[in-house]
């Protein structure tokens, strides 16, 4: 089978055996998967990675333990956690310290023909929501975890700051649970995707009101954006971390502590809560794919995906 | 009357006029106040400081609007704050945007002979309290605002970083409020003050222990503080910023992320919680008190009080 391959920042496809099915676990036909940030950060060399990327994903499993699975349409949770210890029994296997992750840490990754996880990770994906869309049930389960963090009240006031796909999704997904969400971006186009959900939006002033904001995202995924949202905030108010950024950034604690702000840190989510979502249409992806290559164009596929503006690459396995 | 006065990072003294009383305002004569390591900052010309420092203090009333409060030994909080806002009607009066701060924001401090502080900002000093031991209240309500903004519960394990002045209170505040604390700083004979009340210390090993702690508190003052605590913290669990650092700090974000930690600012606290603390003796301050010089030594204490080591240094009116 064909599988991309990460190494020394190129991207190269590999023929691979079939992967072996491990107790418990099911194998995947790939249907769809989803270039995501962080996959460009690991072509970058970020996390030392080297191996398959891909945690973005939409398959058909063809071989189970549990043979009840079989030919069913899936996503799956990206966290291989062990099941067992205190954090898995809290229902936060995410954090499981011995955890492994799906195209991230020592799972190879989505972006091949065939691919393996535990049973216990996948989700039926149902017929409301197409396979192009179902890709997004990870990344909006990240941005559901917000939700599953921090208590927002119907009707508060929230900004999100940056209009690229997380930024997009979570402003979505904060207006469908009813915050009155405004959105800071750079590109006009790209904020037009939201506004139909209600979601108001303003193209990023140089000087951000200050204070003005009980709540404030940063998906900006630039390392300005922290201190941005901390200073937008106002006192007592939550910013919310959103976007990782490579290396160190530099902020002034001075008015965090002075206004006691709460920063969250903030990162994968359930996808319980992001598949009604999108079987609804509260949230809408379908106009942020901007294109889709076959599998065996994922060169072409990265390339395409780190240029500015580009909003979901998709890749599909071939035929 | 003996004023000190901060002026190009020199302490200097300066002879004026007793301050007058406006409405709602009581003025005090100064029994003992307190340096504070905010003071040695303002002596360095952050926050562009010029005028009277000083917000750590007990007095006497002298003259006040309520006659009520003539002759009684008061301490203050030190948010002069509208009264009329929706911070203010809400208790937080300490984040009210158009406040005024003793001795840090437009409101002349404490080390002079009188001083002027709305009456709603006095409390009275029980007499099982000295008056040595009474300078603490603000900074052990400090140390309490963070009960305030963080459920912690009976038995929690809480590492607090740093051995200065705010590090023995806090731990000592914790420890009485329940949780198991383990002090991290770098002197010995410091770290020894807040043994008896069952706080555990141990000298900063060049590895602290990664992802160990629910919960952290930083109370170094030192730039390093805050990666370190992020990194001591397991997963979903809160760091507390507590100490200001002059300038940019540089963090690494993504731990904070990837674990989903909460990083909660943390400033001034209410008096009531701290007053019972000292009348107890459940917090024990006596033996943080390093020296004591008279208000016209002021230049010398501040010195002082800004040498390796020192814990807390008093002034005391002349005569």
């Known amino acids: 089978m064909l599988a991309v391959h990460l190494e020394s920042g190129r991207v190269v496809l ?49 071989d189970a333990s549990d043979k009840t699975w079989i030919g069913k349409r899936v996503v799956g949770e990206i966290n291989l956690a062990c099941g067992d210890c205190d954090w898995c029994r809290r229902g936060l296997g995410r954090h499981c310290p011995t955890r492994t992750v799906l195209g991230i840490v020592k799972h190879p990754g989505a972006f091949r023909e065939f691919l393996t996880l535990p049973v216990r990770n996948l989700h039926e994906v149902p017929k409301t929501i197409s396979t192009e869309h179902a890709v997004f049930i990870e990344p909006v389960a990240a941005a559901c975890e917000i939700l599953d963090q921090v ?20 402003s979505q997904v904060l207006q ?5 969400v405004h959105l800071f971006g750079r590109h006009r186009e790209k904020m037009r995707l939201v506004e139909p959900t209600g ?26 954006g922290l201190q941005a949202a901390v200073s937008m905030c106002i006192p007592r108010g939550t ?19 002075v206004n006691e702000i709460t920063l969250v840190g903030s990162r994968c989510g359930r996808f ?7 079987s609804s249409g509260k949230v809408n992806v379908g106009s942020m794919i901007s294109e889709e290559f076959p599998l065996d164009c994922a060169p072409q596929a990265f390339a395409r995906a780190a240029k500015k503006g580009v909003l979901k690459v998709l890749l599909r396995p071939p035929g």
């Open 14 to 62: 590999r023929a691979q055996a079939l992967p072996r099915v491990p107790r418990g676990f099911a194998r995947i036909r790939l249907l769809a998967a989803g270039i995501c940030s962080t996959d460009l950060e690991l072509q970058r060399g970020y996390y030392g990675f080297s191996g398959t990327p891909g945690h973005e994903f939409v398959g058909e499993v063809t």
């Open 151 to 170: 208590k927002i009240p119907k009707g508060e006031r929230v900004a999100v700051l940056g209009d690229g796909k997380l930024g997009l999704l979570v």
């Open 176 to 180: 469908a649970h009813g915050a009155q």
């Open 199 to 224: 979601v108001t939006t303003e193209i990023a002033p140089k000087k951000l009101p200050g204070a003005a904001w009980p709540l404030v995202v940063d998906a900006t995924g630039s390392s300005a």
């Open 239 to 257: 910013v919310i971390m959103k976007s990782t950024v490579h290396g160190l950034v530099s902020i002034d604690t001075a008015p965090a502590i």
């Open 272 to 278: 319980e809560a992001a598949i009604p979502l999108l």
